[in-house]
Each structure stands twice: as C-alpha cells, then as structure tokens.
C-alpha cells in the first residue's frame, strides 16, 4: 500500500452526494491523481468490511493518507480511480448473472 504522507492533499471538491442515495463521495486530489475515501465508495457500493476489500487491491489502487475528517486529521484509506474500478468489478462478480430470458 503506498504511503504518501509527506505530500499534500487536496480536496478536489466538497463531498458530493450520489444521485439519491444520501451516500457521500469525498473526492482527494493527490499528485493531479483524483482518489476516494474507501468507505465511502464501499458504502456507494453496498460492499460489507471494507478493509478486507481493499486486500483485494493492487498496492497502487490504494493508499493510507491523513486528510480531515469531522475536524480532525484522521488516515484514511483511499482508492485511487483503478481502485474503484476494480470493486465495481469485485461487486459485479458476486452477484448472480442474469438468465437470458431476462
């Protein structure tokens, strides 16, 4: 897992709020390259534990990096957009395929 704490993160935005779900993407800008809160994208995702999730992660999908969070500098685990990708695909596989009459 990449280890990037001597650089500067930026939020890129406010946190954005995903079409109505009421769940929250925070998005960080890191070296030009966008990343998101790994919770949050677990949440987005309806995927359970995300620790455990991001073991399934390549070490550069993914980073721990201190950013702040409800006031306080917390490490947070972030995915970079690889990283996101590769859960969407993680959630794909787990779900049951369609039949082909619909």
């Known amino acids: 897992m990449q280890d990037l704490k001597s650089e500067k993160a930026v939020l890129c935005c ?3 709020v995903w ?3 009421n769940i929250r993407l925070t998005p960080v800008l890191i070296n030009s390259e966008p990343y998101f809160v790994a ?3 677990c ?3 309806d995927l359970s534990n995300p620790t455990d999730r991001l073991k399934s992660l390549d070490d550069d999908e993914k ?3 201190p950013i702040d969070r409800a006031g306080q500098q917390r490490l947070v ?3 970079n957009e690889s ?5 969407i695909f993680c959630l794909a596989s787990h779900r049951p395929p ?5």
């Open 14 to 16: 406010e946190p954005v």
């Open 19 to 21: 079409n109505d779900s």
């Open 39 to 41: 919770v949050e994208v």
């Open 43 to 45: 949440k987005l995702l």
């Open 63 to 65: 980073l721990i990096y």
């Open 77 to 79: 685990n972030l995915v």
């Open 83 to 87: 990283g996101f990708y590769h859960l």
């Open 98 to 102: 369609l039949s082909a009459n619909g």
